[in-house]
């Protein structure tokens, strides 16, 4: 074969096989994002509680429905003994049921959040300390605490102040985790305690209490991650918290 | 001359495992020298078996699952000698508690009606039905409530990847579903397929029917005259690669719009 001719033939088929490459590797994806082929991905989220959660909250996570939409919840923590990588198993992290954090657990909670890990807070989980009666609220120690886009109204002054309701009103109706619910009429599962808190973050949802309307649900972000706060137990409302745990896990 | 063999070669390699991938089937190298590529599916297409042979030469067998509670006047037409000959086969009533999306990938067109419970799992699995290219057909408030929340209303929930109905009740966001009564149709769209052929005047249900009151949120094809005013009767829309039919009324009350809606979804 004349030299130039085989030159040739030798840049074509490189080519040839820079475009099979390309196709080997990208079609896939391509037939995945159109839905032409179902996608090998297997969709999930793991969920980890530090503290001590509602039996509602419990019965939610570990129910057919959580099940079936690939949310495995296989533990709790104590929030004393977390270090940062074992945070980082999880794709969202739960608060509920134990005030006393210490500045370590605080310290991880936060560089978890800042990594881009999605963190769920319920009433005043993680807003005292263990042994420091002077910390109020979860900003201690130096502002790098947890990232919780709420204030508890009596934080400065020591003190946790309650309130208890159960009529739920919307404040964003499209928000993901609300979409779908009824507009007027959504309530708690019961007449529910409400930590009274300021929002700090976008307002999801507010609830009618005996001392008027507070906010309910409260989203804020810090770094690379989300945190989404719940004013009341979210095992009240377990539509709910499906919906914000596939939210933030992106399920 | 070594290098081109060796890139040969290896482009028939990059071929097989590209075909290997794109297609998920098995790939059976063999032969002595020379590469012959073998495709077995691994799946056998259950639909391909062969149908009533009276009346139609296709091969192809309409699978339709009904979820919930179809009422009498559906299952005559879809199990008459129209439908048979069309080669509909309606071979199964699924409780929306079991549906899962690889349950529903076996049948060519899916109709909700008769139960409006569907749980998280339900929803999604009819969600990623269409939108992976099924067709659906919706009846009243089929799939608009959950079995154990009472805050959800309505179709959209969850984060709006429920069920893609193109239309929304009224009352939906206050929690109750409103209905009238009527049975004279108007025909909105006389040259869509499934309406096509039906008269313009007169055409109306087989008796007067309960009507789920309901906002159009696609092409709305036919509208019904109620005690209540007229409102949409038959809704067309689209999610992802498939196509929805919604209708407010017992599909059942008109069997030809019932049949040329399955003929029009599958394009058989």
Do not use: C
């Amino acid at each position: 074969m004349d030299p130039k001719n085989q030159k040739i033939l030798l840049i074509v088929i490189v080519i040839i096989v820079a475009l099979v490459s390309v196709l080997a590797i990208l079609g896939p994806m391509l037939l995945e994002a159109l839905h032409i082929i179902p996608s090998s991905h297997q969709m999930g989220a793991n969920v980890l509680v530090l503290g001590t959660p509602s039996v509602d909250v419990i019965t939610t996570l570990s129910g057919r429905e959580a099940v079936m939409k690939g949310i495995s919840y296989p533990i709790n923590l104590d929030p004393s003994y977390i270090t940062l990588d074992t945070l980082k198993i999880y794709n969202v992290v739960i608060l509920q049921g134990d005030p006393y954090f210490d500045m370590n657990t605080r310290e991880m909670v936060n560089q978890y959040v800042q990594g881009g890990g999605k963190l769920i807070i319920v009433g005043d989980a993680g807003s005292k300390h263990p042994m420091y009666p002077n910390v109020a609220g979860w900003s201690w120690p130096s502002g790098q605490g947890i990232p919780v886009p709420a204030e508890i109204i009596g934080e400065w002054a020591g003190w946790s102040d309650i309130s208890y309701g159960s009529t739920l009103r919307w404040a964003d109706q499209n928000h993901p985790i609300v979409k779908g619910l009824k507009l007027t009429g959504s309530t708690t599962t019961t007449p529910t305690q409400v930590f009274k808190v300021t929002a700090q973050g976008k307002a999801i949802a507010a609830i009618d209490t005996d001392e008027g309307t507070l906010p309910a649900i409260i989203e804020g972000g810090s770094g690379l991650g989300n945190v989404i706060y719940f004013a009341y137990d979210p095992g009240q409302t377990p539509e709910i918290l499906l919906t914000t745990v596939g939210y933030l896990a992106g399920i | 001359m070594l290098a081109i063999l060796v890139l040969v070669v290896a482009a028939a390699v990059i071929l097989a495992v590209g075909l290997f991938f794109m297609t998920g089937t098995q790939v059976q190298v063999s032969g002595g020298g020379s590469f012959n590529v073998t495709l077995t599916p691994n799946n056998q297409n259950t639909s391909s078996q062969p149908g009533i042979p009276i009346g139609n030469d296709s091969k192809t067998v309409i699978k339709v699952a009904v979820i919930g509670t179809p009422t009498e006047n559906v299952i005559m037409t879809l199990s008459s000698g129209e439908a048979e000959r069309r080669n509909i086969s309606y071979p199964v009533t699924l409780d929306p508690t079991f549906v899962t999306l690889d349950i529903l990938k076996e049948y060519d067109i899916v109709i909700l009606q008769g139960d409006p419970y569907f749980d998280m799992n339900a929803r999604e699995a009819v969600n990623g039905y269409v939108r992976d290219g099924g067709s659906l057909i919706i009846v009243g408030d089929a799939g608009s409530k959950h079995p154990s929340y009472s805050n959800v209303a309505g179709w959209s929930w969850p984060s709006g990847d429920g069920i893609p109905v193109p239309a929304q009740m009224v009352g939906e966001l206050y929690g109750y579903i409103d209905y009238a009564n009527g049975s004279d149709l108007r025909i909105l769209r006389s040259a869509h397929p499934i309406i096509k052929g039906i008269s313009l005047v007169g055409s109306g249900l087989s008796e007067t029917s309960q009507v789920v009151k309901v906002i159009s949120k696609g092409d709305t094809l036919v509208a019904i005259d109620t005690d209540e005013g007229t409102l949409p009767a038959i809704i067309e829309g689209s999610a992802g690669l498939g196509k929805v039919i919604y209708f407010a009324y017992d599909p059942g009350q008109t069997p030809e719009i019932l049949l040329a809606t399955v003929k029009y979804l599958t394009g058989v």
